[in-house]
């Protein structure tokens, strides 16, 4: 490959969840920047898109259903047959790659460091970058697909990039005071999840601190039962439960608006960061120096370090639970979606309470 190559039709694939998606939009803007004329699609599950609606880089969104079989998909790939001059392959997986070339003449990916997994993504990739998801912040990693062509791509690393903003519902609206925290409570997965009692506490913390208090989730039953649960233990005029009525964009609104936001390790906590308002996140055994929110204006490469009971950049706290094993990378304590993570159980409410009345005190001065 050459420096000065020239694309007109880039493909970037994210075949994972939305905080994912969401990311990936530092990568976008480093390619609009090295290629301004160039049309640049993202191809990704479907209902995972929504991160990118009204990105001003982004032209088309290319959906693909998950789990469906290579004869379900033939009408994509007839669409995507060498539609495009260049592939970014941003993840690790076989079906993302194999997209990638179907896609494109020229393609830059991700493969894992096992050789004996990756020696046919190799043969396919003209910029095949070894990674081992152990130390490089997942931002830094999808920017160094650019290498063959940009110098020192991760020199700067450009913003993540929020969903357009949409108006919220009108009664919602109305119902906003001044100062409000958004707190997200509910995890996709139970090892990643701060107890709903801690929450409650959190909760009445910040009501008694005279802030409006709001929570955010999505509508899915799981969802809602965990809220359901704070809402049993906090009965008070100032909290409002905003979860199952938003899209993405209205959430971005939301979180705009914010004095702050308490999340967990998920991508409402990713999309908290990029609106740029004092963030707590709580993480338990994910490597936050992977996967922690991105600060916006971060001038290193690594804003957070694998271990800290808190840590800080920017507007963003970072807080871990005790425990010689965090962070474990296991999917908690039983290694499975549903087991605990004794880490986040005894990251006490009154602690995380504590980082946010300082942190709030810091931006205010």
């Known amino acids: 490959m050459k420096s000065g190559e020239t694309f007109e039709r880039i493909l970037v694939i994210c075949t994972r969840q939305i905080g994912d998606v969401l990311l990936?939009?530092?990568?976008?803007?480093?390619?609009?920047?090295?290629?301004?004329?160039?049309?640049?699609?993202?191809?990704?599950?479907?209902?995972?898109?929504?991160?990118?609606?009204?990105?001003?880089?982004?032209?088309?969104?290319?959906?693909?259903?998950?789990?469906?079989?290579?004869?379900?998909?033939?009408?994509?790939?007839?669409r995507l047959w060498r539609r495009y001059d260049l592939a970014l392959v941003t993840q690790r997986s076989d079906r993302a790659h194999l997209y990638g070339w179907i896609a494109a003449r020229a393609r830059s990916g991700l493969v894992p460091g096992n050789r004996?997994?990756?020696?046919?993504?190799?043969?396919?990739?003209?910029?095949?970058?070894?990674?081992?998801?152990?130390?490089t912040h997942i931002v830094v990693e999808k920017l160094r697909l650019l290498e063959p062509w940009v110098d020192a791509p991760a020199a700067r690393v450009p913003d993540v990039v929020a969903p357009a903003t949409k108006p919220l519902p009108p009664d919602l609206a109305g119902r906003l005071g001044a100062r409000y925290a958004v707190v997200h409570?509910?995890?996709?997965?139970?090892?990643?999840?701060?107890?709903?009692?801690?929450?409650?506490?959190?909760?009445?913390?910040?009501?008694?601190?005279?802030?409006?208090?709001?929570?955010?989730?999505?509508g899915a039953a799981v969802d809602q039962a965990r809220i359901a649960e704070v809402r049993a233990l906090v009965d008070a005029p100032g909290l409002l439960d905003a979860s199952g009525r938003l899209d993405l964009g209205?959430?971005?609104?939301?979180?705009?608006?914010?004095?702050?936001?308490?999340?967990?390790?998920?991508?409402?906590?990713?999309?908290?960061?990029?609106?740029?308002?004092?963030?707590?996140?709580?993480f338990g055994p994910t490597q936050p120096q992977v996967w922690g929110p991105w600060p916006q204006g971060h001038a290193g490469l690594q804003p957070w370090v694998p271990r800290a009971l808190a840590q800080r950049a920017g507007p963003i706290v970072m807080l871990q639970g005790p425990g010689a094993c965090v962070p474990c990378s296991r999917s908690g304590c039983e290694n499975h979606v549903d087991s605990r993570a004794d880490c986040l159980?005894?990251?006490?409410?009154?602690?995380?309470?504590?980082?946010?009345?300082?942190?709030?005190?810091?931006?205010a001065g």
């Open 24 to 78: 990936t939009t530092p990568l976008i803007q480093a390619t609009r920047a090295r290629w301004p004329r160039a049309r640049i699609d993202v191809l990704g599950f479907a209902g995972t898109l929504g991160m990118l609606r009204g990105n001003p880089e982004v032209g088309e969104l290319v959906e693909v259903q998950p789990g469906s079989n290579w004869l379900q998909s033939l009408s994509l790939i007839r």
């Open 116 to 135: 004996s997994l990756a020696w046919w993504k190799r043969l396919i990739l003209d910029h095949a970058l070894v990674v081992n998801g152990e130390d």
């Open 185 to 218: 409570m509910p995890s996709m997965w139970r090892f990643k999840q701060w107890p709903p009692r801690h929450f409650a506490t959190l909760v009445q913390g910040l009501l008694g601190d005279g802030l409006q208090v709001v929570l955010s989730g999505s």
């Open 250 to 282: 209205q959430l971005t609104t939301l979180l705009a608006g914010a004095v702050l936001y308490v999340g967990p390790d998920t991508s409402i906590t990713h999309l908290a960061a990029a609106c740029s308002l004092p963030v707590v996140a709580l």
């Open 345 to 363: 159980e005894h990251l006490g409410p009154e602690r995380v309470l504590a980082e946010a009345r300082a942190l709030l005190a810091a931006v």
